[in-house]
């Protein structure tokens, strides 16, 4: 595309390029692997698998929950970015950010309490919980309570909130240096383990993970730590608007973000977490939008994809409370292999479900109702996967 080749900003509004499906499709998948993620841990004894499989596949899917929020974050930044334009109304983007993510965290959040939270959570903890500040309190119970998945949630808050300065900032950084920027973003991630492991010493052990629960928290879940992903997310979509991107295809891409992975399984816990694969995320991304943008070949774009990515954000806040009722429901029995992926295919199908009813009777009629977007009124209720704006409401995990 000729004007994917300008050194400057392609200009808004920018209608021809607002299509990507692809990163819709996308979100689906990462959503699944952090259901994977949750559905493979021993400890609580979420798993169904028993003996070696329980420990070969809690092995093999012990990084896919950080993949999978990392992914959420990067997205969040390349794709408010993206469909940004200066001197917007700042109200009205954190009034839409708010009935995006507080309607389904609310109900999610009522619904925890009311079926296993209620009973074990202490006050201190589900306060936050409930406001979304959780991620800010360095303390196991607080920020992993309640609805588990709910803690990103918490740092996307921050993200929303900072996200005009950032977006003003990132607008004045000359083209040419766009790279530069990315890279000591990316380097500073991956430089977080070193800083957290020589300047947080003592606490309590993170359950499952071989590392201090400040440490872990420090670089895991601390809001302005994570928000250097968010802000690597801003770099690359700004950097494929000016023209800068490198022409990375898909294909080569996600197998850059599959040996990244595996990398992951291989280096200490503390840089399994973000540090292994934020640079192939960060890679993936652009490459969908850009597959997308060239009519390039993209297996994330189908229709059902795109619905599926469109109920990624519901599937993400209820699979970890039908995971937890459901393995208890079942007294948390171990099984062969066969019985214990029918196990898990039966909650997944559940989740789904779930999902499909909270995006179509709370999420979606709330955002058309409160935070209503023009956008919004020029699409047909039955969008076809190459109508799929790549507006702002991508970004919620």
């Known amino acids: 595309m000729s004007s994917m080749a300008s050194g400057h900003d392609l200009a808004a509004p920018r209608t021809h390029l607002s299509r990507l499906p692809s990163l819709t499709g996308l979100r689906f998948v990462a959503a699944v692997m952090v259901f994977l993620f949750h559905s493979s841990l021993s400890n609580p004894a979420i798993t169904p698998y028993s003996g070696r499989t329980a420990t070969a596949v809690g092995h093999v899917f012990s990084r896919f929950g950080g993949v999978g929020v990392s992914f959420f974050f990067v997205l969040s930044g390349f794709v408010l970015f993206w ?63 309640v609805n588990i998945p709910s803690w990103s949630l918490s740092c996307e808050l921050f993200f929303y909130l900072c996200f005009p300065l950032l977006a003003r900032g990132i607008r004045k950084i000359a083209p040419g240096r766009l790279w530069l920027w990315a890279g000591l973003v990316a380097a500073l991630v991956i430089c977080l383990p070193a800083i957290a492991t020589a300047l947080i010493h003592g606490g309590p052990m993170a359950p499952n993970f ?47 973000a599959v040996a990244g992975y595996l990398v992951a399984l291989s280096v200490p816990p503390l840089y399994g977490l973000v540090a292994a694969t934020v640079i192939p995320i960060a890679l993936v991304i652009p490459a969908a939008a850009t597959a997308d943008l060239q009519a390039q070949s993209s297996p994330f774009r189908s229709r059902v994809m795109v619905r599926l990515g469109e109920v990624s954000f519901a599937f993400y806040l209820v699979h970890a409370s039908v995971l937890i009722v459901g393995r208890t429901a079942m007294g948390g029995g171990h099984y ?48 076809s996967a190459s109508a799929q704006p790549a507006n702002e409401e991508t970004a919620a995990v």
Do not use: C
């Not at 179509?360 to 919004?376: C, H």
């Open 83 to 145: 469909s940004s334009k200066p001197g917007a109304d700042n109200g009205r983007f954190w009034s839409r950010r708010a009935v995006k993510l507080f309607p389904n965290h609310l109900v999610t959040f009522a619904a925890a309490m009311a079926l296993y939270a209620g009973a074990t959570t202490a006050l201190q903890d589900w306060i936050p919980n409930v406001l979304l500040l959780q991620a800010w309190v360095p303390r196991f119970s607080a920020f992993f309570g």
């Open 210 to 256: 071989a590392a201090s629960v400040y440490r872990y928290w420090f670089v895991y879940v601390f809001p302005p730590v994570r928000m250097l992903e968010f802000v690597l997310g801003m770099l690359m979509a700004r950097i494929v608007l000016t023209g800068h991107w490198i022409n990375l295809r898909l294909k080569p891409a996600l197998l850059i």
């Open 336 to 383: 062969s292999a066969p019985v214990a992926f029918g196990v898990l295919l039966l909650l997944f199908g559940i989740s789904l479900a779930l999902a499909w009813l909270l995006n179509v009777g709370v999420e979606n009629p709330l955002m058309r109702r409160l935070a209503p977007s023009s956008a919004s009124a020029q699409i047909p209720s039955q969008r």
